[in-house]
């Protein structure tokens, strides 16, 4: 089952050469979770043919405008859409009356629950859990209170041993739960045991975000070993003062984190204005962690095997 | 002296077929105006070069989201980018609370003056004034409190008798002033006026731009005789009960208004997101209104002659 990334905006605080201010789509299963929601999410999700409406969950890092401004927009077109299924968004507690005035001075009643719920930025939790994902909140370093995510797959399910389901002739109707671990028997009495039908599946695959944050090992117990990372790596070193004096972080910094937490893969993003061209920032991460890739909008990555 | 409007986003609510929600962009003479500002502008405006700090005042019609959303981003990158000079804002009162609750959640604080000017939406009134132009709000028919705003040029320079000021020898320096109606003395006592090398300049020229509105009586005296009428024209008359519904104006009434109040030019805009194709809201329009145009984005109009 699918467990994907699509990059909305890969730029920080201005919108510059065609990048866009943050946002991301994970698909996982068929879910849709949004992160972060700069201004014109909507529109890139409509170019890249996402339905709005199906985002079920908006996971908002801090209040800084190139990550929220595009919020109260995409929330506005899901109620003009019809939408009728709760949304849930995480974010910062003042988030939640930067939307009621604008809902209110525009006269807007949601048709949907809108079911806001505010981060503690303060201590990493479990924001989210069901039986197929968790996904974890942790603090990163930034001027405001800033808020990264790591999501775990959980329950992954094992893999079907094809030939022997054949040769036994397993119910179809079977197979779900066999995957999931779970014996079944038919009212007949006849019991098929998961164990007798299945191997080991592969891991649990996760994905972490980092945006914006002043490179530290304040965060890293949380993304020891995470399939891909996403960091942000607004600056070139040569900017490292730059970096400090705005809490973000160089390329050089992400890659050493990558590298410190075991990561498998680095996805660098949040990239300053003043790089038309964004290749020497992957090019100077590479040196330290060669499993590196630019956040590019439009593109899919697939997270973990 | 130019007096020229390019039209940043045509549609209504939603954003569709790569068009964007309302905004509009007058430049007068040297001075940059915007008219609404949906979710997107300050993208839009970086996509046909419009410097974004060279807009001085900003007019807000009303806080229905894809009038408004796009506000706080460009204030934003207005201050990133190190604005120092004023920066005036007409509004609906609310947004001025709209505005400041964001600014104090991402702990923004602006390097600029930002004058905020509520608009009083019962009255009509001269909301801005000065040598070359005068500014009228006045009350459209919407759902919200929504304002009407009207572009009135002042003073429009005489016409200089070429012949005659090169015959005469009139200094270069003198030419502004003879032109604005002023004699000019030279330090030896010799006195140009105006009147001697001058003959009437062409009309003030003049714009109106209703959005959104239904289609009434109630504003036509306010927008007598405009060169250009952009109105808003969401709906093709076969939607008339969801325009009345909706507080909306159809292409046909649009049209009907505009040769009502003898209007030189009519654009027409605010496209529901139901047409992919504008032409056959053009081509009603045309059946009334002849000298009618679709607004689109991306071009400039020029008002008057």
């Excluded at 996402?50 to 969950?57: A, D, E, G, H, L």
């Excluded at 009643?109 to 939790?125: E, T």
Aim: net charge neutral; hydrophobic share 35%.
């Amino acid at each position: 089952m699918k467990f994907e990334l699509l990059i909305l905006g890969s730029n920080s605080a201005l919108p510059a050469y065609g990048r866009h201010p943050t946002a991301q789509l994970i698909r996982f299963y068929n879910d849709y979770l949004l992160i972060d929601c700069g201004e014109g999410t909507q529109m890139q999700l409509q170019s890249y043919g996402v339905k709005v409406n199906r985002i079920s969950t908006i996971f908002i890092s801090h209040l800084h405008g190139d990550h929220f401004f595009g919020l109260i927009g995409l929330i506005s077109t899901m109620n003009h859409l019809g939408r009728s299924s709760p949304l849930v968004v995480f974010g910062p507690a003042d988030l939640e009356e930067i939307l009621r005035v604008q809902f209110e001075a525009s006269k807007t009643l949601l048709g949907f629950s809108l079911q806001f719920k505010p981060l503690n930025h303060d201590l990493p939790a479990v924001i989210m859990e069901n039986d197929r994902i968790e996904v974890r909140s942790f603090p990163l370093n930034h001027r405001v209170s800033c808020t990264g995510f790591r999501f775990n797959e959980k329950n992954r399910p094992l893999k079907l041993i094809k030939e022997k389901v054949k040769k036994d002739q397993v119910p179809v109707s079977f197979m779900k739960k066999l995957k999931a671990g779970e014996d079944c028997s038919t009212g007949e009495g006849k019991t098929y045991f998961s164990a007798d039908y299945t191997l080991p599946g592969p891991s649990n695959r996760s994905y972490a975000y980092c945006s914006d944050t002043m490179a530290d090992e304040s965060y890293e117990p949380y993304i020891q070993k995470v399939d891909v990372l996403y960091h942000e790596a607004t600056f070139l070193h040569e900017l490292l003062s730059r970096a400090v004096q705005t809490k973000h972080s160089t390329a050089l910094q992400a890659a050493e984190v990558a590298k410190r937490v075991q990561a498998k893969q680095l996805l660098l993003g949040h990239f300053s204005s003043r790089y038309e061209n964004v290749q020497p920032l992957l090019t100077e991460a590479k040196k330290v962690f060669p499993q590196a890739l630019c956040a590019e909008e439009g593109k899919w990555f697939e997270i973990g095997t």
